[in-house]
C-alpha cells in the first residue's frame, strides 16, 4: 500500500494521468489554452480515488495544474512564436494586469470555500462551450480590442479567474480576442504566451495557499512531502508533464494545418460535460 492505495490502483492512475498528459499538451497547442480544462476534471477524480478531503481536493487540482502548464505553455509558446503568431503588443500591455490578477487569485485561493472554485469553473466552461459550438462570424464586440482601462481590467480579470479555474488563461483570451475580431490562429498563439505569465505565479501561489493544509490534514499522504508542496502534486505533476511536453508541438501543427471548427466543436462539448460534472458535485457533494 502507498498512500493508501494498492498497486493496481496505482498503476491505473499512472496510466490514467499520463493519457491524460498527452491529451492536455495535444490541445494546449491546438487551442492556446494551457491543458487545464482537461487536467483539472482528471486530477478531481484521481484525488478523489486518492481520498484527499472534499475541502482541499479541488485547490489541490487547480494548483497542480498550474504547474503542469509552465513547460507546457512555455514549449506551446515557442512553437508558435517560431510561425511569427504571437502578437507581442497584447502581452506589452496585459502583462503586468496578469500578474497582479494571479496574485489576488492565488490570495483568494488560501481563504475562500471549496465550492467557489468549482462555481467559476463551471460559469467559465459553459460560457466557452457556447461560444465555441455556437460561434458566428456575427458574433462581436468591436471591430478591435480596446486600449487603456478597459483592456487593462481585461487582463486582470483574465489573470484572477484562469488562477481560480486552474487554467492557463486561453479559454479568457482566446474568447476576447475572437469577440474583437482577431483570427482564431493569433489568438490561439498570443494565448499560449499568456498561459506562461499566468502559470508560473499561478503555482507559486498555490504552494503558499496550500501549505497549511498538509498540517491540517496529517493523516492524507497525497498532501504531505515529498508527494504534493502546498496545494500542488508532485506525483501528479510528474507523470502528466513528460507527455504534454511531447504532444504540445504536435498540437501547433495541428492548429495551423487545418480547420479547427471540428475540434471547436468537440471541445466545446468536452467543456459542457465537464462543466455539468461539478454542477452534479456542487449539487450532491461529490
Known amino acids: ?6 498497486i493496481k490502483d496505482i498503476v491505473e492512475l499512472a496510466l490514467l494521468l499520463i493519457a491524460t498528459g498527452a491529451l492536455s499538451g495535444f490541445l494546449a497547442g491546438v487551442f492556446g489554452i494551457g491543458g487545464g480544462a482537461i487536467l483539472v476534471p482528471v486530477f478531481y477524480e484521481c484525488f478523489r480515488i486518492a481520498g484527499v478531503p472534499l475541502e482541499v481536493r479541488m485547490p489541490l487540482c487547480i494548483g497542480t495544474s498550474l504547474a503542469v502548464i509552465i513547460p507546457t505553455s512555455i514549449r506551446s509558446f515557442q512553437a508558435h512564436y517560431k510561425r511569427g503568431a504571437v502578437d507581442m503588443a ?22 475562500a470555500p471549496e465550492r467557489l472554485f468549482k462555481i467559476v469553473f463551471v460559469c467559465v466552461a459553459y460560457s466557452a462551450a457556447a461560444r465555441l ?12 480590442l480596446p486600449k487603456g482601462p478597459l483592456m487593462r481590467a481585461y487582463g486582470f480579470c483574465v489573470g484572477i479567474l484562469s488562477t481560480l479555474m486552474g487554467i492557463g488563461g486561453g479559454l479568457f483570451s482566446n474568447l476576447l480576442m475572437t469577440f474583437y475580431g482577431r483570427p482564431i490562429h493569433q489568438a490561439v498563439a498570443t494565448s499560449s504566451a499568456l498561459a ?17 493544509a498538509a498540517a491540517n490534514y496529517p ?9 504534493a508542496l502546498g496545494y500542488v502534486s508532485l506525483i501528479g505533476a510528474v507523470l502528466v508533464m513528460p507527455m504534454s511536453l511531447v504532444t504540445a508541438p504536435l498540437g501547433v501543427r495541428a492548429a495551423h494545418a ?22 452534479l458535485s456542487l449539487v450532491g457533494g461529490l
Open 258 to 279: 487545418m480547420s479547427k471548427r471540428t475540434l471547436e466543436v468537440a471541445f466545446g462539448c468536452y467543456l459542457l460535460i465537464v462543466g455539468s460534472r461539478f454542477v
Open 219 to 227: 493523516a492524507v499522504a497525497a498532501l504531505q512531502i515529498p508527494f
Open 196 to 212: 506562461v505569465l499566468i502559470s508560473i505565479p499561478g503555482a507559486l501561489g498555490y504552494i503558499y495557499a496550500g501549505w497549511p
Open 1 to 6: 500500500m502507498i498512500a493508501g492505495l494498492d
Open 90 to 111: 497584447i502581452l506589452r500591455v496585459w502583462w503586468l494586469p496578469i500578474v497582479v490578477g494571479v496574485v489576488a487569485g492565488s490570495v483568494i485561493a488560501r481563504y
Open 133 to 144: 459550438i455556437f460561434a458566428r462570424e456575427g458574433w462581436k464586440l468591436g471591430d478591435d
